[in-house]
């Protein structure tokens, strides 16, 4: 689904990312982990097509086509979502009708009529319950005044609505209490298919408790510089990220 | 000729032709007296620092068309708020048109402002609040001069006027240039209440330079809600000036939606006589191309215990500039006045300007005002979250635009004329999505 491959980034001149190589399959989940500044929110911002990072080198394949040149949209609309690490507030636009336009939108590039609107309250219905969301939140202003766990909640939320093909959840655990870790994690388990993928970037092992990956990583420097499977990430929790640093200046 | 001088010249015509017995002829001549000492404003003068109306006073305007012409209700139906019932006072290059119109005198007047001036039933009324709080400058007293039609609204006391009335003007292009000086009067007497929409509208592309003057008094307790819908095309102007005098808790609220046209000046003055007054006064205003809209306000504060809300929202693309100047003045005499001003603008192109000069003068030393103006570009973080998700850049940048107008839009209280103001925002955007935030 997802191949990148020596894929370097820079913003304002800066490389932040040297090189990265990784294939996410249909189906997979893959946690990509490593100490603050590595590249990994970098990483996520670069595949969602953020337009501040330049691609310098390599590139970024979804479903064997080359999504280098695309809009953030029109990304979006071939099945990427970015759960963000700190999403952003809109004053004035209502969750609800964010989505509506978001949906619609995305209709209308695959040539599709907009949803039907009893469609949609449906669909927002069955989605709330899922995420254990209160009617109320979907009329208020996206992420203004919400707290931490809402605004991560509000994001799986988001997801759920737009079904997308491979999601990128930015440390969406930060800022999380036990129980909205748990509604957030079961509410992306849910979601999961054989036809989907999820590329979860963490800091912390935490997460992966609930949402188990098939591959880690470890991002440093803006390389991949160590991956395996699920055990890795105890290791990572066990011993901190001193000893992958001193492995690689060695 | 100088259009000041056509001016003046055509004034004697002028007077021939209506009635020089009227009461008004006195404050007519004394007008164009005013007009022609002072001129028209220059940049030279403070209050028109940032706005120049060299450009369109250089069109040869026809002061009095000589032809009527007429239109037909379907070919102008989508200017009018046509989805509820309202009463219309309607002109055609400022000719009353009543095939459009649908006035009345049951219980209320709502009905021209020729007839008010001349039926001797009306005289008390006119000698009473005729041009008595209009000011004295020279586009004001320009109008004062040429005063023959436009709207007369009469609200006796206790009357809960449940249509809307729409004030609409249009021009045909009769004339290859035109000039207007709409004259409205509207008295609203105790505990009444009434909402008022209107609009200007230039049917073809050639200039047309209007310059009106409204006058409104709200009586004790009464409320009046106002909305002026500024979307004509970019060959006409407008420079509207309203004054509103205000007795004890009465209720005045303006909101102006400033979307079209070449060159829209709004000098809007509220003189608040009595305590307990609110005063409201909103604006949005989405342009672009050469476009320019200034907004010129006063809310003078004369008594204790009065409130005031300005909130004007400005986006401006292309080359368009825009102007706000707010002035609160607070008497003395005005303790507990609560004086708030917002104004907040967001430049989305590099060409485009705005001129913004709050200005408090405050004699009183027990009184609650602030002011915030600000102006900033697009958010970048929101535009990126808001494609992230599938909204292409155009689209986003519309819900951003609107969002950001939302607090002025949510005070109107008649939905349709939201829902209209709704789409013009997202024709003006060229986006086609449902804002229903």
Known sequence: MLKISNLHASVEDKAILRGINLEVKAGEVHAIMGPNGSGKSTLASVIAGKEEYEVTEGEILLNDENIDELAAEERAHKGIFLSFQYPVEIPGVSVTNFMKTAINETRKAKNLPDMPANEMLKMIREKSELLEIDRK???????????????KRNEIFQMAMLEPKLAILDETDSGLDIDALRIVANGVNKLKSKDNA????????????YIVPDFVHVLYNGRIVKSGGKELAHELEEKGYDWIKEEINA | MELKEKLIASFMAFENQVDIDSPVHDVRSEAIKQFETQGFPSKKEEAWKYTSLNSILKHDY?????????????????????????????FIDGKYASHLSQT???????????????????RILIENYFNKIAAKDSL?????????????????????????????????????????QPRNLIVVDENSHVQIIERHQSLTDNPVLTNTVTEIYTNKRAIVDYYKIQNDNENASLIDNTFINQKQESVASLHTFSFGGKLTRNNLNFYQNGERIDSTLKGVTIIGNKQHVDHNTLVHH???????HQDYKGIFGDSSTGVFNGKVLVNKEAQKTNAFQANNNILVSDKASINTKPQLEIFADDVKCSHGCTIGQLDESAMFYMRSRGIPEKEAKALLMYAFSNNVLSSVKIPEIKQRITKIIATKLGVNIGFDL
């Open chain 1, 137 to 151: 939140f979907l009329s208020r202003s996206i992420n203004e005044g919400f707290s931490g766990g809402e605004k």
């Open chain 1, 198 to 209: 999820v590329i979860v970037i963490t800091h912390y092992q935490r997460l992966l408790d």
């Open chain 2, 62 to 90: 026809s002061v009095f068309p000589k032809h009527e012409n007429t239109v037909e209700y379907n070919d102008v139906k989508k200017f009018f708020i046509h989805d509820i019932d309202t009463y219309k006072i309607v």
């Open chain 2, 104 to 122: 009345t005198h049951d219980g209320i007047d709502v009905c021209l402002m020729s007839s008010a001036l001349n039926k001797p039933k009306y």
């Open chain 2, 140 to 180: 004001t007293s320009l109008n004062t001069a040429f005063s023959q039609e436009g709207a007369y609204i009469h609200i006796p006391k206790n009357k809960l006027v449940a249509k809307p009335i729409q004030i609409v003007h249009f021009s045909t292009g009769n004339e290859s240039a035109l000039m207007l």
């Open chain 2, 302 to 308: 004369i008594e204790p215990n009065c409130e005031s």
